[in-house]
């Protein structure tokens, strides 16, 4: 057996260009970036470097990029800097029920410290009814928050008409991009958002990285205290290493031409499964609007784990990557109303820019004889 690496939603390999950038800064960017001297004045300069690929990516300024652990604590910093910025005793957040726990936990928290959360429906392929949105504005809202493209199904929300109607009330509007960026256009004048989450590891950068959109003019509380790093915006000091392969992956991640060779692998995978099982595999998520890479589908009456147990050289989820190992319906899967019959049996394949028709075919080939 060989091993199929079929899990792209949850983490990427490393590119080549990305693994070469970072063996240049190891040598050549160990100085602090904030320093002035012979060895700071390099690692900052592929810092900013690396910031104004970034904003070449997103279409937006380089001050307006701020670097990262990952799309987690970009996710925490938008929610809760926007919490603690808006001087409101209960301050009004609006979500959607199909988010990731990066969201969902932070909201959580914030509605301990007095927070109201709206939690919106989705349908049955995981979208949003913006006319949702409209209704469940307040003049106490601060901050919309949607996700771009969810990290199970692959639901593409419509983010630039919630955003046109935040806007025409004033309000701000956040969206986690951590799945879409690489995979669909992301410039965030299209979308018109003021802030936006993208996570390196999604798109060939190392785990530890990611970066926070803030339009300018737009006022948060810093998620780290400390000194004035990054503008004063978030506290630490910068890694040379990781912000430029940051900065080489969003560089890489502009060409988006290779995602339509995906998506017509992906279609092919589907049309397989429909042909091989029938009405005993079901899709999840929106038919068409839908990440190109993704594949939820479900196996009627099934466990999702148990399948993928038994078959050990394939590397897919059966759920979101934070959930693996749990045996019990996805809150991602319940929202869109999937029965536990169905949902139990959930398996997410997601390809990548490597993935190629052979592995399609023996993934395929072996889901035949492992449900025979």
């Not at 979308?191 to 996570?199: F, K, R, S």
């Not at 589907?270 to 594949?295: I, K, M, Y």
């Amino acid at each position: 057996m060989r091993d199929i690496y079929l899990d792209f939603n949850a983490s990427t390999p490393v590119a080549p260009e990305v693994s070469e950038i970072m063996r240049h800064a190891l040598k050549t960017g160990h100085g602090n970036p904030s320093s002035s001297h012979w060895a700071g004045v390099p690692a900052r300069q592929m810092v900013e470097d690396a910031r104004t690929r970034v904003a070449d990516l997103l279409g937006c300024s380089p001050r307006e990029i701020v670097f990262t652990s990952g799309g987690s604590e970009a996710n925490n910093h938008a929610l809760k800097g926007a919490f603690f910025a808006s001087g409101r005793e209960r301050p009004h957040f609006i979500t959607s029920s199909a988010e990731h726990p990066a969201i969902v936990a932070p909201l959580h928290f914030l509605e301990r410290l007095g927070a109201r959360v709206t939690w919106l429906p989705v349908d049955g392929t995981g979208l949003v009814d913006p006319g949702d949105l409209r209704r469940a504005i307040t003049p106490d809202t601060v901050l919309v928050s949607i996700m771009h493209a969810n990290n199970e199904t692959g639901t593409i929300q419509p983010i630039a008409e919630c955003a046109a109607i935040a806007r025409e009330h004033g309000v701000r509007f956040h969206t986690d991009a951590a799945q879409s960026v690489g995979k669909i256009p992301t410039r965030v004048d299209v979308l018109g958002v003021d802030l936006l989450t993208m996570a390196g590891h999604k798109f060939h950068a190392p785990k530890g990285v990611g970066a926070l959109f803030i339009r300018d003019g737009l006022q948060l509380e810093p998620f780290i205290h400390g000194a004035g790093h990054e503008s004063g915006r978030r506290a630490g000091t910068e890694s040379a290493m990781l912000t430029a392969a940051l900065g080489v992956a969003a560089s890489l991640a502009s060409n988006l031409g290779l995602m339509e060779q995906v998506q017509a692998l992906r279609d092919r995978f589907w049309a397989a499964l429909e042909d091989a099982f029938g009405d005993s595999v079901v899709l999840n998520g929106h038919p068409e609007c839908r990440l190109p890479n993704t594949l939820n589908v479900a196996f009627v009456g099934c466990v999702g784990a148990e399948i993928l147990a038994a078959m050990p050289e394939v590397a897919a989820s059966t759920g979101s990557a934070c959930h693996s190992g749990r045996v019990e319906l996805s809150p991602v899967l319940e929202a869109m109303g999937v029965t536990p019959q169905v949902g139990m049996g959930a398996v997410r394949f997601s390809l990548g820019r490597t993935t190629t028709a052979d592995e399609i075919d023996h993934v395929v080939t072996r889901l035949r004889r492992v449900l025979s």
